[in-house]
């Protein structure tokens, strides 16, 4: 069975407060989403997973990240921007084009500054 997980923003008041991780886990078990402001809410502010990151860190949609394209000749060229589900498939968007992240020979997520 492939993961189904999501990360979902939880606010107090108007401010961000944290991530919450639900969805169908590795380990098969099911954790729901947090519905203290309700079931459109917990939806609206889901990002579904995408994949693992070359240091193994999980990348969702929504997510800033870099990859790497093998073009056809060196160097390679590396795509900025964000993770996003389209056409069926998560993607780096970057300057109005849609980079495949199964077409990238590395991805690696930007980490969010605290």
């Known amino acids: 069975m492939n993961r189904i997980e999501y990360k979902q923003a939880i606010y107090v008041g108007e401010k961000?407060?944290?991530?919450?991780?639900?969805?169908?886990?590795p380990d098969l078990t099911f954790v729901g989403p947090d519905m203290t402001n309700g079931i459109a809410h917990a939806l609206e502010n889901s990002h579904p997973f995408g994949c693992n990151d070359k240091?193994?860190?999980?990348?969702?949609?929504?997510?800033?990240?870099?990859?790497?394209?093998?073009?056809?000749?060196?160097?390679?060229?590396?795509v900025k921007g964000k993770v996003e589900y389209y056409k069926a498939s998560f993607c780096i968007a970057s300057n109005g084009t849609y980079y495949q992240i199964n077409d990238l020979l590395e991805i690696e997520l930007i980490k969010e500054q605290a």
């Open 55 to 78: 240091n193994g860190e999980k990348v969702f949609a929504g997510d800033e990240a870099v990859g790497v394209m093998l073009m056809e000749s060196p160097p390679p060229y590396q």
């Open 16 to 25: 961000f407060d944290r991530w919450h991780y639900w969805g169908f886990m």
